[in-house]
């Protein structure tokens, strides 16, 4: 997007909110990159504010508002994009898209949680991976469509996002209108919830209030952020340091050779098939880890992710003087399958640690460990690389460094997770401010003859449909990230 008037000049010389309003010359790379961070900056900050409202209104309306703004937010974002006006992208793409994805981030999480308290991990699993799997395909769409309206040699970018917005927002609708909520109390058949063995596992409710001042919600904060700030790292730099470090021996072609055209173009392939299956494991991880959580807890989940995080992050470096391509691939794709695993987990954690009742409201405010991550991560990984870039370090090297210390931040998230314990008694709500929250609910007593069906295991056409419009576009994606590995082998 920042090349979109021919022959117009750059807007190098303007500073940045001079670019905002600049109509007549080309906005800068630097300048664009905003938009993703205040996209992410967004996104924690709207679901921090309005989880507790959406706990109160209920899944549908908050689905359906996340539905207008993210679909709203991209037409508007290619209208600024079609009249050149930075700012209006900005308040399409980045402000309002945010808050889309916030509030359509956690109403489905909540709902899922309440509807299977015996396999929060899996129901968060399957949520949160279709968020991961939502970029597989949407992907190559928004290429296609660029590509379709392509003009003069001109990507149609403007084009491309209205009608990406329009096509979000019938989707997210039908899935919003889709939502129901289990009633007060709701059991799957035959579950007794008598199997619960960890002491972190409550059957008692934390009101939003308290539960964001407790040292158990600051110290998963941290455990995300740092789990979330790794993984960032590893995903900006995967494919330059896959083509950096490895070069011509991906070819077979010994170091310092001069490589052809041809060759350059080899490499850059094979390092756009590690991107493909960087983003198939993200998106399996998600559904593997969390319901794994749900056998060994999810306290042991995140033991697991950081121990063996820090052992892969400090093996890269190795791997790659070695030469090792086909086990360095293997390492990143294992350590991008727990980052996914982070994000479909800590749900659950926090139902855990906290309860059912406001989890998608606490999600919400924990959510801006996400926020912090993608702002800091990414300025960490570049001031570190320019640093070393500065020093003289070669190419093939300024990542070990930089491997080292997200090894290092790891470690920190080890150690808070080590400290996470139960609530104490004092936090929990009562049964008078639990029945005054309940009453609250807007959805809940509409729902109690649908739930009769549900537990009987009804599924009929609805279910075969609805399932095909997840699952149809789901494999797609990932048979285009399987053609794009392919390059790797």
Known sequence: MSKLVPGAPSCEQLGFFAQLFAGSCNWTVPAVTHIFETFIAMLGISAAIWGGWLEHAGPRKAGFIAALCWGGGLVIGGIGVSMHQLWLTFLGCGVLGGVGQGLGYIAPVSTLIKWFPDRRGLATGFAIMGYGGGAMIGAPIAVALMGHFAHGGIPGVASALMVLGAIYFLAMSAGAFGFRVPPNGWKPAGWTGSTTTSSLITSRHVHLDRAWKTPQFWLIWIVLCMNVTAGIGVISMASPMFQEVFG??????????????????????????LVGLISLFNSLGRIFWASTSDFIGRKNTYIVFFVLGIALYCSLPTLGHMGLAGVFVIAVCVILSMYGGGFSTVPAYLADIFGTQMVGAIHGRLLTAWSAAGIAGPFLIAAVREAQLNAGVAKNLVYDRTLYILAGLLLVGLIANLMVRPVKEAHHMTDEELTRERSLQHEAPHIAANVEQAARGSFGIVGVVAWALVGIPFLIGVWIALSKAAALF
Request: charged share 10%.
């Open 248 to 273: 011509g021996r991906l070819l077979g072609i010994g170091a310092g050779t001069a490589l052809t055209v041809a060759q350059k173009a080899s490499i850059a392939a094979a390092a756009a098939g």
